[in-house]
């Protein structure tokens, strides 16, 4: 088992060393930095991983600042930002390596030698980038497109997250913020030929707007003062319906056997039978009772029908969607003619209600419908989410 244990370690390790050597081949520096540099603190004193180790570090340096020097010949101010993240990677490069140095290469009789970048040079480029993404956030953010702003905000983060406290960079970053959101307004509106009960468009209006906010979409239920709406979620209500008062009466009979006395055994001449003990043998006797139970059902349904339409600011109708929620109303009283003990237990729970009650107003089954609608409303629009943007 040891043996094949270390076989297996061998194995392993053969295939890491032949990964960073083709890796190296391949132009892949940076993986195979860091697989020498787990190979270097793992095994201290293996002249072949420093050797890797710093021909990998050496590749990448030539390799970003080739680049660095090609973006500057360039002169495109947007790889201001590209520079100072090549140099901080050159940076951090160094950083790894930084506690395992002095490095000896004992096959060489020196050590290995990591390239860095001055700290004025990093702090120089990191300042240009900071200038240029800030300067280019204001310039793009002047065009009122609330696309540009999005992304001026995502500019304007990355100078702060360079410098914290560069210029007004706080209150840049809000501006841009609030240029970026799209606003939404939900309506309920009635198209149907029925009158909308005081009450159903509030009720609509009510579902959870912060739910549906993301980042840069916000919804409003109520039109805000100054507020410009970029979408419109139009909830035009189709059908109002308050069905018909239903009453169905039904009758049934529960039975049920009961004890009712007992009656002697009597032998072939009429005399009663005796047991073992001198005793008078008898035997049970039953009958039947029963009870006539009267049902009368109250029923009446309700529906409201919409279709959920996302508008632009143009009043371009983007996509319909319909839903609809049904509300039933039931009330159940019944009234018992005979033998109560002959009634079951789901035939004695219907006597909780002996009278009839007042049927529901067409007002509130509708309501209730609309109650009924709200949570397919709400993911009509979270399921459609990302046609306001």
Known sequence: MKKILLLFISISVLASCTSIQKELRNGDY????????????????KDKYAVWLEAASDKAYTRDMKQIEYWKKEGEPSHLVDIYYLLNNI?????????????????????????D???????????????????????????????????????????????????????QIQNAYTKGISHVLLNVVNVSNA????????????????????????????????????????????????????????????????????DYVLDAKGNVKKDSLGNDMKTKKYKTIACDLIETVQQKDGLVSATVDFYTAQNELIYSYPISGMSHWQYVSAVAIGD?????????????????????????????????????????????RGLVK
């Open 30 to 45: 940076d993986s195979a930095f860091e697989k020498a540099l787990k190979r270097v603190k793992n095994n201290p004193g």
């Open 117 to 171: 970048v001055a700290d004025e040079d990093l702090i120089a480029a990191k300042t240009k980038a900071a200038d240029y993404l800030y300067t280019h956030a204001i310039k793009i953010m002047a065009s009122n497109n609330r696309y540009d702003a999005r992304n001026a905000y995502d500019e304007l983060l990355k100078v702060k997250e360079f410098f914290p406290g560069f210029r007004d960079v706080d209150a």
């Open 91 to 115: 940076h951090n490069r160094h950083n790894a390596v930084e506690p395992i140095t002095p490095l000896h290469i004992s096959s060489k009789k020196r050590d290995a030698v990591f390239k």
């Open 340 to 384: 109560l003990n002959a009634l079951t237990d789901a035939s004695r729970a219907k006597l909780a209600h002996t009278v009839p009650a007042p049927f529901i107003s067409d007002e509130e089954i509708v309501l209730m419908a609309g109650e009924l609608l709200k949570p397919y409303l709400k993911s009509a629009i979270e399921n459609n």
């Open 195 to 262: 009158i909308m009960p005081a009450g159903l468009e509030k009720q609509l209006t009510s579902i959870d707007m912060i739910g549906l906010n993301s980042l840069w979409v916000k919804f409003d239920s109520k039109a805000t003062e100054g507020t410009t709406y970029d979408y419109r979620v139009m909830v035009h209500l189709v059908k109002i319906d308050a069905g018909p008062e239903q009453v169905l009466k039904n009758k049934y009979t529960d039975t049920k056997k009961v004890d009712d006395g007992f």
